[in-house]
Nanobody, 124 residues
């Protein structure tokens, strides 16, 4: 199982980016996925999570600006980031929690998996 995060880059404040987290390997479907970020010199924080069926929730710092969605046909979860602020500068990670993936065997994943991180830099 691998999670591939992509879509980061350099953006001016007020702009938008869409991050992708593609799950590959012995995967049948994504049941749950969370997005985290780690600003320079700070702790990693959870921003948002997605549960299959459409349930989502967000940290207060991004609610109303960031949106999680998924494409089940691609086993990919997205993080749409609008109205970006310099404070959003960080490395962004996706994480599939325990049982967050359904494997080809039909069983749930018994480990958590992290994507490799993608850098988002927002200039003022």
């Amino acid at each position: 199982v691998q999670l591939q995060a992509s879509g980061g880059g350099l953006m001016q404040a007020g702009g938008s980016l869409r991050l992708s987290c593609a799950a590959s390997g012995n995967i049948l479907s994504i049941n749950a996925m969370a997005w985290y970020r780690q600003p320079p010199g700070k702790e990693r924080e959870m921003l948002a999570y997605f549960i299959s069926g459409g349930r989502t929730d967000y940290a207060g710092s991004v609610k109303g600006r960031f949106t999680v969605s998924s494409d089940a046909t691609k086993n990919t979860v997205y993080l749409q980031m609008n109205n970006l602020e310099p404070e959003d500068t960080a490395v962004y990670y996706c994480k599939a929690p325990l049982a967050g993936l359904t494997l080809q065997s039909g069983s749930y994943s018994t480990d958590e998996y992290w994507g490799q991180g993608t850098q988002v830099t927002v200039s003022s």
